[in-house]
């Protein structure tokens, strides 16, 4: 699928035509979130709500919630995505197609057999010094073989998730990154694309809750509870699509500011982000809306940003964006197989520690020979291809 936007957009901003490296990092410091967010769901309820208690008068509550970060994901891969078209050289849709396959479930789909191996050689005999979450998650045994093929399948419920809970991400990422094309051209209207998200996003609400599937913090029972969930995370990535399509206004108005409009703006990212709101109806209703939000402030301020960008250009938060990926794949079995096995014996504190150390080990290891490879596969069977549609 060709789409040329033309005069629809902003002039094709600078950014829009080399990769944008603080974004890779924003991604990895996002997986670096849902790591610290399982690791302290490791602790027991109570001292789990005391660190959640304490971490709200730091800046380091950002770090804590797990289902904010995923929600940037989604609002960072519209962004992303989309660049081509606004630079005018958008990929025909068949090699973006196969690219994207390769690209999300070729790792995907090693992860879970990493995951079904380190069950397989978990010991899985009850460890009271962890929390209730820990103890409920993995599968008991025996190992069912139809719940693992499911996993396979991207059916984003919560028995096609239980050996890699984070996962079910991936099924909303691949299913809304087939259709991803036709929300390009959605937005060539800005105002169509605002009303579309909109209309998906409080749709959504009501339909969940028909379906049973009202918390929208946890994976859902039902496919179609889950396929309802893909409608209501479309919005965020119309959210950054329009971003992209309109980055150049944005730059210039950001670099007009006066200095405590542009520090209100990082502070209201922040707090939106973190849920900083007193009504919990809001929360409730709006959450994900107020988070998406926050997360699109967080991706414009970081661009036209230079020395917030040139920080996350280099050093730890480039390396996590390199392996920002694996990281989010492997880190959970790794947590709950590490858990399982030194848990009674070294303590919750060694758990979270060597379960840290792993996981980052063992993103850089599947990075190397199972990212870069599948990554490699694609542009090959493109370059060998004939598809041009």
């Given at each position: 699928m060709d789409c040329t936007l033309g005069a629809a957009t902003d002039a094709a901003p600078p950014i829009a035509r080399t990769r944008l490296h603080c974004l890779d990092s924003i991604r990895g410091l996002a997986s670096l979130t849902v790591l610290i967010f399982h690791c302290v769901a490791l602790y027991p309820d109570t001292i789990r709500d005391r660190i959640f208690a304490v971490a709200k008068f730091t800046p380091f509550l950002i770090f804590l919630n797990g289902h904010a970060a995923v929600i940037m994901f989604f609002a960072l891969s519209g962004y992303v995505l989309s660049l081509p078209y606004f630079a005018d050289r958008p990929v025909p849709y068949g090699q973006y197609l196969v690219k994207r396959f390769c690209r999300i479930y070729l790792p995907f789909a090693v992860a879970i057999c990493l995951s079904v191996f380190l069950w397989l050689f978990s010991s899985h005999v009850p460890v009271p010094s962890l929390g209730t979450w820990f103890q409920e998650n993995w599968p008991d045994p025996p190992l069912v073989w139809r719940q693992v093929l499911s996993h396979f399948l991207?059916?984003?419920?919560?028995?096609?998730?239980?050996?890699?809970?984070?996962?079910?991400?991936?099924?909303?990422?691949?299913?809304?990154?087939?259709?991803?094309?036709?929300?390009?051209?959605?937005?060539?209207?800005?105002?169509?694309?605002?009303?579309?998200?909109?209309?998906?996003?409080?749709?959504?609400?009501?339909?969940?809750?028909?379906?049973?599937?009202?918390?929208?913090?946890?994976?859902?029972?039902?496919?179609?509870?889950?396929?309802?969930?893909?409608?209501?995370?479309?919005?965020?990535?119309?959210?950054?699509?329009?971003?992209?399509?309109?980055?150049?206004?944005?730059?210039?108005?950001?670099?007009?500011?006066?200095?405590?409009?542009?520090?209100?703006?990082?502070?209201?990212?922040?707090?939106?982000?973190?849920?900083?709101?007193?009504?919990?109806?809001?929360?409730?209703?709006?959450?994900?809306?107020?988070?998406?939000?926050?997360?699109?402030?967080?991706?414009?301020?970081?661009?036209?940003?230079?020395?917030?960008?040139?920080?996350?250009?280099?050093?730890?938060?480039?390396?996590?964006?390199?392996?920002?990926?694996?990281?989010?794949?492997?880190?959970?079995?790794?947590?709950?197989?590490?858990?399982?096995?030194?848990?009674?014996?070294?303590?919750?504190?060694?758990?979270?520690?060597?379960?840290?150390?792993?996981?980052?080990v063992l993103a850089e290891f599947m990075f190397r020979f199972v990212e870069q490879p599948a990554i490699a596969l694609g542009r090959k069977l493109i370059a060998r291809s004939t598809i041009d549609f």
């Open positions: 991207m059916d984003g419920t919560h028995f096609a998730t239980r050996f890699d809970e984070p996962i079910w991400s991936l099924a909303h990422e691949m299913r809304i990154s087939i259709i991803f094309p036709v929300l390009v051209l959605i937005s060539r209207k800005s105002n169509r694309a605002i009303a579309l998200g909109l209309v998906l996003f409080f749709v959504s609400t009501p339909l969940l809750e028909l379906c049973g599937d009202a918390n929208i913090g946890v994976v859902p029972e039902s496919t179609m509870a889950a396929w309802i969930l893909t409608l209501r995370y479309v919005p965020f990535f119309l959210m950054g699509i329009l971003l992209a399509k309109h980055a150049a206004t944005l730059g210039a108005r950001i670099r007009q500011m006066p200095w405590w409009l542009y520090a209100g703006c990082w502070a209201a990212s922040y707090a939106a982000i973190c849920k900083h709101i007193r009504s919990d109806w809001v929360v409730a209703h709006f959450g994900d809306l107020i988070i998406a939000l926050g997360s699109g402030g967080l991706i414009v301020l970081t661009l036209h940003s230079p020395r917030v960008s040139h920080f996350l250009e280099k050093g730890l938060a480039h390396w996590l964006g390199r392996v920002s990926y694996s990281l989010y794949l492997i880190h959970l079995p790794v947590l709950w197989f590490v858990g399982y096995q030194l848990g009674e014996s070294f303590g919750i504190s060694v758990v979270v520690m060597v379960a840290i150390a792993l996981s980052l």
